[in-house]
């Protein structure tokens, strides 16, 4: 599975646009990245997930790049309940044996008022 | 998103006691579950995939006769800790797929004295 890095933090004010970028040089062909949101003492939440492009849903745009070598989160006016732990993960998640995840040391985004 | 329980959300016991833990997919049938461990301040670690109807695979140092798992079922997977003790104490969180995209659990927090 391919390894990723992320930075291991970020500070934001609210309602800011905060991109977390994630380098994941050696992803595979069948690979899918993955966000995750981790609050203390919870489960991870998932976020977004894509192959390439751009992806948009309610909370969140993922942008990966033709090469797919890195890919950034985007998260729009954030709020201090958006202060968590953000992975990235890469894998091919869409087999059930290929299913495993291997989690980076994340990124910790603390939001300021 | 598909909804992942635990059960129990937070258990002490004494060392040398064995703790049982369950995880449920709601809403969907799973066949492959995964339990991970995460201690403080630290990411999430694999232990293991739990297979329905067959023996769960382990990863690299985790012993699979310590931490027993139990797939009886398409919604149901087990972690027991047998002989628990003091270093055990963590946060386990299991997951599973309906469709590629891992969900997780709320994670149960383990306190052996």
């Known amino acids: ?113 | 998103g598909a909804v992942v329980s635990q059960h129990p959300s937070r258990v002490i016991c004494k060392s040398g006691t064995s703790v049982k833990i369950e995880c449920r997919s709601l809403d969907f049938q799973a066949t492959t579950m995964f339990w991970y461990r995460q201690f403080p301040k630290q990411s999430l670690m694999l232990m293991a995939t739990s297979n329905e109807g067959s023996k769960a695979t382990y990863e690299q140092g985790v012993e699979k006769d310590k931490f027993l798992i139990n797939h009886a079922s398409l919604t149901l997977s087990t972690l027991t800790v047998t002989s628990a003790h003091p270093e055990d104490s963590s946060f386990y969180i299991c997951s599973a797929t309906p469709s590629g995209t891992q969900y997780f659990g709320p994670g149960t927090r383990l306190l052996v004295l």
């Open chain 1, 1 to 113: 599975l391919a390894k990723t890095t992320q930075p291991i933090s970020m500070d934001s004010y609210e309602g800011q646009e905060v991109n977390i970028t994630c380098s994941h040089n050696n992803i595979a062909t069948n690979d899918y990245i993955t966000w995750y949101q981790q609050f203390p003492s919870q489960g991870p939440r998932f976020i977004i997930q894509g192959y390439k492009t751009k992806v948009t849903n309610e909370v969140a745009s993922l942008f990966i790049p033709a090469d797919r070598k890195s890919s950034t989160l985007s998260l729009p006016r954030v709020s201090l309940s958006d202060t968590a732990v953000y992975y990235c993960l890469v894998g091919d998640t869409r087999g059930s044996t290929l299913g495993r995840l291997y989690f980076g040391r994340g990124t910790q985004l603390t939001v300021w008022p």
